[in-house]
Structure formats: structure tokens, C-alpha cells
């Protein structure tokens, strides 16, 4: 079955830090998306990437679909950034999503 | 307006009862999704309905039952409840726009005792 894979796995930042977040994945993508969970377990869509580069604010996402890897960038990180960012492949046939296990980031003042 | 929303947040409740959890959007997509958050927080797909019809059942116990009344409602009926039902749920949509897209709910937390 489909693999998606990230790293590190736990990242604990000094507020102000930039940080890079791996996603790699075993199949071809029609849809990636990347997820933040809050502390609160909320899970927020960050980006929907299944190809090229976005940014949105202190954030940005590439995907490199050829090459079966994506990429979030994090930069200046605040507190509020704390929590677990996932990556999540779509199925082509089904459209489920395939989750990561996730990267656990903590940010400290 | 919450374009996904979940009740109950939280659920507490004994093995052996029988529960229900309420997804409802408001968006106006076809697709709609259950996926369980283990422990671990591990997101796991559960069950896809599409227009109220079952598209996806991962292997997942027959205790579980989903009902789709309408295009806009989406429950995950759970019978006879056990320990290792405890996690989170979640209701998620996709955007019939956007291929694949999805936007989930605010999660429930079933925890049994």
C-alpha cells in the first residue's frame, strides 16, 4: 500500500527559529495536504500541494512530485506553532487520505 | 458558520453501551469521510460516502456502523463499545472542487471505561 513517511518524527524549536519538515511518499500524487493540530486537537488544513511551491504567510510548502517528496518551511517560529504537523496523501482511486505519523514540534519562548 | 461540525467533543461512556456521534457540513459536497485518531495519533481512514451511498469500509469492525441521511449529515453508530474503541473521530469533507481536498471536523474524543 501507499507509504508516506516524515522526519524528523520530534523537533523542539527556540522561538525565532526557522525549521524544514519532510514528507516522502511511495505513489503518485493527486492530492497532498498538510495539516497542523493545535493542542487543543484541532486539525487545520495548512496546504493543499500537490505540486510546485505555496506560502502562506511565515509558512510555505514545495512539493516535488516527481521525486515523491514535500516540504514545509516554518519560519520564525512562535509558540503558537506548537503541536503535530502532518502530511496526508490522497488515494487516487478512493480520495482517503493516508496519513504520516506525523511531526511533533514544540516551540519555546 | 462552522463548515464542519461534530457532537458531542467529548463522550464518555462504559464498555458495553451503544453510542452515536453526528457529523453535519455545510459546504455542499458529496463526499464525506470518518477517520479515527488512535493514541498515538496515528489518523486512520475509516469509512467514505459519497451522496449517501458507502464508498470505503476499511476493515473496520461491524460494531461501526455509518448512516448518511442526507448529503449533509454524515453518523458513526457504534454498538456494544470496547476499550480499544477510545480515540478521537473525526468528520471530514471533500471538496468536490478541488480534487481530493479535504476539511475535517473539530474531532470527538469517545473515551469508555
Known amino acids: 500500500g501507499i507509504q508516506v513517511e516524515q522526519s524528523p518524527p520530534d523537533l523542539i524549536l527556540q522561538e525565532g527559529a526557522n525549521s524544514t519538515l519532510r514528507c516522502n511518499f511511495s505513489d503518485s500524487v493527486n492530492n497532498l495536504q498538510w495539516f497542523h493540530q493545535n493542542p487543543w486537537g484541532q486539525l487545520i488544513n495548512l496546504f493543499y500541494?500537490?505540486?510546485g511551491t505555496k506560502q502562506n504567510g511565515r509558512l510555505s510548502a514545495t512539493t516535488v512530485a516527481t521525486e515523491r517528496y514535500s516540504l514545509l518551511y516554518i519560519s520564525s517560529s512562535q509558540t503558537t506553532d506548537s503541536g503535530v504537523y502532518f502530511c496526508?496523501?490522497?488515494?487516487?482511486?478512493?480520495?482517503?487520505?493516508?496519513f504520516g505519523q506525523g511531526t511533533t514540534l514544540q516551540v519555546k519562548p | 458558520d462552522t463548515a464542519v461540525s461534530q457532537t458531542p467533543k467529548y463522550l464518555v461512556t462504559q464498555m458495553g453501551n451503544d453510542k452515536s456521534i453526528k457529523c453535519e457540513q455545510n459546504l455542499g459536497h458529496d463526499t464525506m469521510y470518518w477517520y479515527k485518531q488512535d493514541s498515538k495519533k496515528f489518523l486512520k481512514i475509516m469509512f467514505s460516502?459519497?451522496?449517501?451511498?458507502?464508498?470505503i469500509n476499511e476493515t473496520v469492525p461491524n460494531r461501526f456502523s455509518p448512516k448518511s441521511p442526507d448529503k449533509a449529515h454524515l453518523n458513526l453508530h457504534i454498538n456494544s463499545l470496547e476499550l480499544g474503541d477510545s480515540a478521537v473521530y473525526f468528520c471530514?469533507?471533500?471538496?468536490?472542487?478541488?480534487?481530493?481536498?479535504?476539511?475535517f471536523g473539530p474531532g470527538t474524543r469517545l473515551t469508555v471505561t
Open positions: 496526508a496523501l490522497g488515494s487516487s482511486n478512493t480520495g482517503k487520505l493516508i
Open positions: 471530514a469533507v471533500q471538496n468536490r472542487f478541488r480534487d481530493y481536498e479535504q476539511y
Open positions: 500541494i500537490p505540486s
Open positions: 460516502y459519497n451522496n449517501k451511498e458507502l464508498i
